[in-house]
Protein backbone atom coordinates (compact mmCIF):
# COMPACT_ATOMS: atom_id res chain seq x y z
CA UNK A 1 0.00 0.00 0.00
CA UNK A 2 1.16 3.61 -0.91
CA UNK A 3 2.30 5.40 2.12
CA UNK A 4 -0.43 8.26 2.61
CA UNK A 5 2.22 10.85 3.36
CA UNK A 6 3.88 10.29 0.09
CA UNK A 7 1.85 12.51 -1.89
CA UNK A 8 2.27 15.58 0.82
CA UNK A 9 6.35 14.67 0.76
CA UNK A 10 6.75 15.24 -3.18
CA UNK A 11 4.62 18.12 -3.02
CA UNK A 12 6.80 19.42 0.11
CA UNK A 13 10.10 18.57 -2.25
CA UNK A 14 8.34 20.61 -5.19
CA UNK A 15 7.95 23.13 -3.10
CA UNK A 16 11.48 23.44 -1.87
CA UNK A 17 13.13 23.32 -5.56
CA UNK A 18 11.02 26.29 -6.66
CA UNK A 19 12.36 28.58 -3.80
CA UNK A 20 8.95 28.75 -2.32
CA UNK A 21 8.69 26.70 1.18
CA UNK A 22 8.31 28.95 4.39
CA UNK A 23 9.57 28.53 7.74
CA UNK A 24 8.36 29.09 11.04
CA UNK A 25 11.69 31.60 12.97
CA UNK A 26 11.74 32.40 16.18
CA UNK A 27 13.14 35.68 17.46
CA UNK A 28 13.98 37.73 20.75
CA UNK A 29 12.66 41.75 19.94
CA UNK A 30 13.62 44.87 21.06
CA UNK A 31 11.55 47.55 19.79
CA UNK A 32 12.97 48.04 16.32
CA UNK A 33 15.64 45.36 16.67
CA UNK A 34 15.66 41.58 16.28
CA UNK A 35 17.78 38.71 17.84
CA UNK A 36 18.49 35.77 16.06
CA UNK A 37 21.44 33.70 17.39
CA UNK A 38 22.94 36.19 19.09
CA UNK A 39 23.11 38.40 16.41
CA UNK A 40 21.42 41.32 15.92
CA UNK A 41 18.93 42.43 13.10
CA UNK A 42 17.16 46.31 12.26
CA UNK A 43 13.80 44.31 11.54
CA UNK A 44 12.40 45.51 8.06
CA UNK A 45 9.70 42.58 7.93
CA UNK A 46 7.23 43.91 10.63
CA UNK A 47 3.58 45.15 10.40
CA UNK A 48 4.79 47.73 13.67
CA UNK A 49 4.60 50.49 11.44
CA UNK A 50 4.33 52.78 14.44
CA UNK A 51 7.21 50.89 16.53
CA UNK A 52 4.45 50.55 19.61
CA UNK A 53 4.07 46.57 19.86
CA UNK A 54 8.02 46.35 20.96
CA UNK A 55 7.68 49.90 22.98
CA UNK A 56 8.59 48.57 26.69
CA UNK A 57 7.81 52.10 28.20
CA UNK A 58 4.15 52.04 26.47
CA UNK A 59 3.50 48.68 27.75
CA UNK A 60 4.93 49.50 31.59
CA UNK A 61 2.70 52.59 31.68
CA UNK A 62 -0.27 50.19 30.21
CA UNK A 63 0.34 47.40 32.95
CA UNK A 64 0.77 49.96 35.79
CA UNK A 65 -2.63 50.93 35.49
CA UNK A 66 -4.99 48.30 34.24
CA UNK A 67 -5.87 44.76 35.92
CA UNK A 68 -7.84 42.85 33.16
CA UNK A 69 -8.60 39.54 32.45
CA UNK A 70 -5.96 37.55 30.66
CA UNK A 71 -8.49 35.05 29.25
CA UNK A 72 -11.77 34.90 28.28
CA UNK A 73 -13.25 31.82 27.88
CA UNK A 74 -16.02 31.90 25.86
CA UNK A 75 -17.65 33.60 22.61
CA UNK A 76 -18.99 36.97 22.02
CA UNK A 77 -21.91 35.33 21.77
CA UNK A 78 -22.10 33.56 25.67
CA UNK A 79 -19.77 34.89 28.35
CA UNK A 80 -17.04 36.37 26.32
CA UNK A 81 -18.04 39.72 26.14
CA UNK A 82 -17.59 42.87 28.81
CA UNK A 83 -17.98 46.43 29.12
CA UNK A 84 -14.50 46.53 27.80
CA UNK A 85 -15.41 44.83 24.35
CA UNK A 86 -18.50 47.57 23.55
CA UNK A 87 -16.71 50.20 25.02
CA UNK A 88 -14.16 49.90 22.36
CA UNK A 89 -16.94 48.76 19.88
CA UNK A 90 -18.53 52.25 20.50
CA UNK A 91 -15.19 54.29 20.57
CA UNK A 92 -14.66 52.76 16.92
CA UNK A 93 -18.27 53.50 15.55
CA UNK A 94 -17.86 57.04 16.95
CA UNK A 95 -14.55 57.59 15.36
CA UNK A 96 -15.88 56.38 11.77
CA UNK A 97 -19.86 57.96 12.26
CA UNK A 98 -20.93 54.49 11.89
CA UNK A 99 -24.04 53.06 13.73
CA UNK A 100 -22.55 50.19 15.38
CA UNK A 101 -18.63 48.51 15.70
CA UNK A 102 -17.82 44.86 15.70
CA UNK A 103 -14.55 43.56 16.78
CA UNK A 104 -13.15 40.33 15.64
CA UNK A 105 -9.68 38.33 17.07
CA UNK A 106 -7.80 38.56 13.38
CA UNK A 107 -8.05 40.41 10.21
CA UNK A 108 -8.04 37.06 8.93
CA UNK A 109 -11.52 36.12 11.02
CA UNK A 110 -12.80 39.70 9.81
CA UNK A 111 -12.70 39.16 6.24
CA UNK A 112 -12.97 35.35 6.22
CA UNK A 113 -16.28 36.11 8.09
CA UNK A 114 -17.68 38.85 6.78
CA UNK A 115 -17.25 37.56 3.00
CA UNK A 116 -19.24 34.15 3.72
CA UNK A 117 -21.80 35.99 5.96
CA UNK A 118 -23.06 38.36 3.49
CA UNK A 119 -23.07 36.44 0.30
CA UNK A 120 -24.84 33.24 -0.87
CA UNK A 121 -24.64 31.47 -4.24
CA UNK A 122 -27.42 33.87 -5.68
CA UNK A 123 -24.86 36.82 -5.09
CA UNK A 124 -22.10 38.24 -6.62
CA UNK A 125 -18.81 40.16 -5.81
CA UNK A 126 -16.22 42.44 -7.93
CA UNK A 127 -12.90 42.11 -6.03
CA UNK A 128 -9.35 43.78 -6.37
CA UNK A 129 -7.21 41.51 -8.43
CA UNK A 130 -4.70 42.05 -5.45
CA UNK A 131 -6.75 41.81 -2.51
CA UNK A 132 -5.51 39.83 0.56
CA UNK A 133 -5.87 36.14 0.73
CA UNK A 134 -8.31 36.56 4.15
CA UNK A 135 -10.80 38.41 1.20
CA UNK A 136 -10.32 35.86 -1.49
CA UNK A 137 -10.69 32.86 1.07
CA UNK A 138 -13.91 34.52 2.58
CA UNK A 139 -15.74 34.96 -0.73
CA UNK A 140 -14.78 31.43 -1.66
CA UNK A 141 -16.09 30.15 1.57
CA UNK A 142 -19.42 31.92 0.55
CA UNK A 143 -20.33 30.25 -2.81
CA UNK A 144 -21.19 33.59 -4.84
CA UNK A 145 -19.79 34.17 -8.55
CA UNK A 146 -16.53 35.97 -8.11
CA UNK A 147 -15.52 38.61 -10.53
CA UNK A 148 -11.80 39.79 -10.10
CA UNK A 149 -11.12 43.04 -11.81
CA UNK A 150 -7.67 44.20 -13.27
CA UNK A 151 -5.75 45.96 -9.92
CA UNK A 152 -6.89 49.81 -9.39
CA UNK A 153 -8.64 49.59 -12.53
CA UNK A 154 -11.51 50.96 -12.49
CA UNK A 155 -12.83 50.87 -16.09
CA UNK A 156 -12.28 46.33 -15.98
CA UNK A 157 -14.35 47.25 -12.79
CA UNK A 158 -17.50 48.97 -14.34
CA UNK A 159 -17.24 46.96 -17.19
CA UNK A 160 -17.60 43.61 -15.27
CA UNK A 161 -20.83 45.59 -13.22
CA UNK A 162 -22.48 46.70 -16.48
CA UNK A 163 -22.20 43.05 -17.71
CA UNK A 164 -23.15 41.17 -14.61
CA UNK A 165 -24.73 43.15 -11.48
CA UNK A 166 -28.02 42.18 -13.03
CA UNK A 167 -27.87 38.68 -13.16
CA UNK A 168 -27.71 38.36 -9.29
CA UNK A 169 -29.65 39.07 -5.95
CA UNK A 170 -27.24 41.10 -3.77
CA UNK A 171 -23.78 42.19 -4.74
CA UNK A 172 -20.70 43.32 -3.31
CA UNK A 173 -17.60 45.26 -4.57
CA UNK A 174 -14.33 44.74 -2.07
CA UNK A 175 -10.98 46.41 -2.27
CA UNK A 176 -7.95 46.89 0.29
CA UNK A 177 -7.51 50.75 1.39
CA UNK A 178 -3.60 50.28 0.91
CA UNK A 179 -2.31 47.00 -0.93
CA UNK A 180 0.19 45.30 1.24
CA UNK A 181 2.13 43.50 -1.26
CA UNK A 182 2.68 46.74 -3.69
CA UNK A 183 2.27 49.77 -1.44
CA UNK A 184 -0.14 51.27 -3.14
CA UNK A 185 -3.39 53.10 -2.43
CA UNK A 186 -7.35 52.51 -3.71
CA UNK A 187 -9.40 55.55 -5.68
CA UNK A 188 -12.43 54.52 -2.77
CA UNK A 189 -14.11 58.00 -4.48
CA UNK A 190 -14.64 56.11 -7.44
CA UNK A 191 -15.34 52.54 -5.51
CA UNK A 192 -17.75 54.45 -4.10
CA UNK A 193 -19.14 56.55 -7.10
CA UNK A 194 -19.81 52.39 -8.82
CA UNK A 195 -21.22 51.37 -5.68
CA UNK A 196 -23.78 53.86 -5.74
CA UNK A 197 -24.20 53.19 -9.60
CA UNK A 198 -24.43 49.69 -9.49
CA UNK A 199 -26.66 49.43 -6.50
CA UNK A 200 -23.72 47.21 -4.48
CA UNK A 201 -22.20 47.40 -1.17
CA UNK A 202 -18.99 48.49 -0.70
CA UNK A 203 -16.57 46.55 1.83
CA UNK A 204 -12.90 48.89 2.12
CA UNK A 205 -10.24 46.73 4.25
CA UNK A 206 -7.69 49.66 5.77
CA UNK A 207 -5.43 46.82 7.62
CA UNK A 208 -2.56 48.36 6.12
CA UNK A 209 -3.37 52.17 6.82
CA UNK A 210 -5.30 52.67 10.01
CA UNK A 211 -3.28 54.02 12.72
CA UNK A 212 -1.36 55.98 10.12
CA UNK A 213 -2.90 57.97 7.62
CA UNK A 214 -5.92 61.06 8.15
CA UNK A 215 -5.87 63.33 10.88
CA UNK A 216 -7.57 60.96 13.43
CA UNK A 217 -5.42 58.12 12.04
CA UNK A 218 -8.66 56.50 10.62
CA UNK A 219 -7.27 55.31 7.14
CA UNK A 220 -7.15 56.23 3.40
CA UNK A 221 -11.23 56.48 3.85
CA UNK A 222 -10.38 59.67 5.86
CA UNK A 223 -8.07 61.02 3.59
CA UNK A 224 -9.82 60.64 0.66
CA UNK A 225 -13.19 61.91 2.80
CA UNK A 226 -15.40 58.99 2.04
CA UNK A 227 -15.79 57.22 5.43
CA UNK A 228 -19.62 58.33 5.28
CA UNK A 229 -20.31 56.54 1.75
CA UNK A 230 -18.32 53.02 2.19
CA UNK A 231 -20.96 50.22 3.67
CA UNK A 232 -18.53 48.24 5.81
CA UNK A 233 -15.08 49.50 6.72
CA UNK A 234 -12.55 47.04 8.30
CA UNK A 235 -9.44 47.49 9.95
CA UNK A 236 -6.89 45.43 12.33
CA UNK A 237 -5.47 46.41 15.83
CA UNK A 238 -2.14 43.83 14.70
CA UNK A 239 -0.59 46.84 12.62
CA UNK A 240 0.03 50.14 13.41
CA UNK A 241 -1.93 49.98 16.44
CA UNK A 242 0.64 47.21 17.78
CA UNK A 243 -1.48 44.83 19.29
CA UNK A 244 -4.16 42.23 18.16
CA UNK A 245 -7.37 41.71 16.67
CA UNK A 246 -9.23 43.27 14.41
CA UNK A 247 -13.36 45.14 13.66
CA UNK A 248 -15.97 46.34 11.25
CA UNK A 249 -17.68 49.33 11.50
CA UNK A 250 -20.71 50.22 9.54
CA UNK A 251 -24.60 50.78 10.04
CA UNK A 252 -27.02 48.73 12.46
CA UNK A 253 -28.49 46.13 9.51
CA UNK A 254 -25.56 44.80 8.29
CA UNK A 255 -23.41 45.06 11.93
CA UNK A 256 -26.45 42.98 13.57
CA UNK A 257 -26.64 40.69 10.26
CA UNK A 258 -22.95 39.50 10.93
CA UNK A 259 -23.73 39.46 14.84
CA UNK A 260 -26.22 36.57 13.64
CA UNK A 261 -24.37 35.12 10.51
CA UNK A 262 -20.91 35.22 10.91
CA UNK A 263 -19.40 31.95 12.03
CA UNK A 264 -15.73 33.49 12.83
CA UNK A 265 -17.22 35.72 15.51
CA UNK A 266 -19.86 33.17 16.45
CA UNK A 267 -17.92 29.96 17.13
CA UNK A 268 -14.44 32.09 18.67
CA UNK A 269 -13.43 32.63 21.65
CA UNK A 270 -13.56 36.35 22.43
CA UNK A 271 -10.67 38.41 22.93
CA UNK A 272 -9.12 38.84 26.31
CA UNK A 273 -10.11 41.66 27.98
CA UNK A 274 -6.66 42.69 28.59
CA UNK A 275 -5.64 43.21 24.82
CA UNK A 276 -9.31 45.05 23.84
CA UNK A 277 -7.91 47.66 26.65
CA UNK A 278 -4.80 47.92 25.44
CA UNK A 279 -6.32 48.87 21.59
CA UNK A 280 -8.15 51.39 23.44
CA UNK A 281 -5.50 52.72 25.01
CA UNK A 282 -3.15 52.83 21.94
CA UNK A 283 -6.19 54.64 19.56
CA UNK A 284 -6.70 57.06 22.42
CA UNK A 285 -3.90 57.86 24.26
CA UNK A 286 -1.01 57.42 22.27
CA UNK A 287 -1.64 57.30 18.59
CA UNK A 288 -3.13 60.66 18.51
CA UNK A 289 0.15 62.04 19.74
CA UNK A 290 2.14 60.36 17.29
CA UNK A 291 1.48 62.83 14.21
CA UNK A 292 5.00 64.16 13.79
CA UNK A 293 6.91 60.72 13.49
CA UNK A 294 3.74 59.44 11.01
CA UNK A 295 4.73 62.23 9.11
CA UNK A 296 7.72 61.06 8.88
CA UNK A 297 7.32 57.84 8.52
CA UNK A 298 6.22 58.51 5.04
CA UNK A 299 8.89 60.77 4.15
CA UNK A 300 11.48 58.16 4.96
CA UNK A 301 9.37 56.03 2.60
CA UNK A 302 9.09 58.46 -0.71
CA UNK A 303 13.26 58.96 -0.08
CA UNK A 304 14.15 55.33 0.19
CA UNK A 305 11.82 54.87 -2.82
CA UNK A 306 13.32 57.73 -4.47
CA UNK A 307 16.83 55.90 -3.95
CA UNK A 308 15.96 52.58 -5.52
CA UNK A 309 14.58 54.11 -8.84
CA UNK A 310 18.10 55.88 -9.05
CA UNK A 311 19.53 52.50 -8.50
CA UNK A 312 17.63 51.39 -11.00
CA UNK A 313 15.78 48.92 -9.11
CA UNK A 314 12.21 48.42 -9.65
CA UNK A 315 9.51 49.34 -7.23
CA UNK A 316 5.90 50.35 -6.15
CA UNK A 317 3.55 52.38 -4.33
CA UNK A 318 3.60 55.48 -2.61
CA UNK A 319 3.14 54.83 1.22
CA UNK A 320 5.21 52.98 4.06
CA UNK A 321 5.12 49.88 2.23
CA UNK A 322 8.10 49.83 0.10
CA UNK A 323 8.54 46.62 -2.57
CA UNK A 324 11.92 46.01 -4.24
CA UNK A 325 10.42 43.70 -7.49
CA UNK A 326 13.06 41.11 -8.40
CA UNK A 327 11.33 38.47 -10.37
CA UNK A 328 12.17 34.91 -9.78
CA UNK A 329 12.08 33.21 -6.35
CA UNK A 330 15.43 32.48 -6.40
CA UNK A 331 16.77 36.31 -6.52
CA UNK A 332 14.57 37.03 -3.76
CA UNK A 333 15.85 34.17 -1.90
CA UNK A 334 19.51 35.36 -2.74
CA UNK A 335 18.85 39.24 -1.96
CA UNK A 336 17.36 38.62 1.03
CA UNK A 337 20.06 36.38 2.59
CA UNK A 338 22.35 39.13 1.32
CA UNK A 339 20.58 41.72 3.25
CA UNK A 340 20.20 39.32 6.40
CA UNK A 341 23.79 38.80 6.39
CA UNK A 342 24.57 42.83 6.55
CA UNK A 343 22.29 43.53 9.07
CA UNK A 344 18.75 44.29 7.50
CA UNK A 345 16.20 41.78 8.03
CA UNK A 346 14.01 41.15 4.90
CA UNK A 347 12.60 38.08 3.95
CA UNK A 348 11.47 37.37 0.49
CA UNK A 349 7.66 38.24 -0.59
CA UNK A 350 7.25 34.76 -3.91
CA UNK A 351 5.10 33.09 -5.65
CA UNK A 352 2.25 32.21 -4.24
CA UNK A 353 1.56 34.74 -2.30
CA UNK A 354 2.56 37.30 -5.51
CA UNK A 355 2.00 36.69 -8.99
CA UNK A 356 4.98 34.23 -10.68
CA UNK A 357 7.58 36.39 -11.97
CA UNK A 358 7.16 39.47 -8.95
CA UNK A 359 8.77 38.05 -6.29
CA UNK A 360 10.16 40.84 -4.44
CA UNK A 361 11.43 42.09 -1.39
CA UNK A 362 9.13 44.10 0.98
CA UNK A 363 10.44 46.70 3.05
CA UNK A 364 7.72 47.55 5.96
CA UNK A 365 9.30 50.75 7.70
CA UNK A 366 8.49 52.07 11.08
CA UNK A 367 8.34 55.23 12.39
CA UNK A 368 11.37 54.81 14.76
CA UNK A 369 13.77 53.66 12.03
CA UNK A 370 15.90 56.57 10.67
CA UNK A 371 16.32 57.28 6.88
CA UNK A 372 19.99 56.95 7.77
CA UNK A 373 19.57 53.34 8.97
CA UNK A 374 18.09 51.79 5.65
CA UNK A 375 19.93 54.36 3.33
CA UNK A 376 22.89 52.05 2.11
CA UNK A 377 19.81 49.05 1.22
CA UNK A 378 19.22 50.47 -2.58
CA UNK A 379 23.57 49.98 -3.35
CA UNK A 380 23.07 47.19 -1.62
CA UNK A 381 20.54 45.41 -3.43
CA UNK A 382 21.78 47.50 -7.12
CA UNK A 383 25.50 45.35 -6.44
CA UNK A 384 23.61 41.55 -5.61
CA UNK A 385 21.30 42.16 -8.53
CA UNK A 386 24.52 42.98 -10.88
CA UNK A 387 26.20 40.21 -9.27
CA UNK A 388 23.73 37.63 -10.22
Not at 38 to 49: A, I, Q, V
Not at 53 to 81: D, Y
Not at 309 to 333: M, R
Request: aromatic share 8%.
Amino acid sequence: MKNILESYKKELKEIHENCCDRKINSFKKEGKYIFEENKRYLNLSSNDYMGIAENKKILKRFMAINEFSLGSASSRLLTGSSYVHAKLECLLAALFHKDKGLLFNSGYHANTGIMSALLTKKDVVFSDKLNHASILDGIKLSDAKMFRYKHLDYNHLEELLQKHRNEYENAIIVSESLFSMDGDIADLNKLVELKKKYNAILVVDEAHAFGIYGAKGLGISETQNCIQDIDLIVATFGKAVGSVGAFCTGNDILINYLINKCRPLIFSTALPEINVAFSYCIITEILPNLQHEKKELLKTAEKLRQDLKNAGLQTLGESHIVPVILGPNELAVKVSKELIQNGYYLLPIRHPTVAEGSSRIRISLRADISYDEIKEIPNLIKKIVDNS
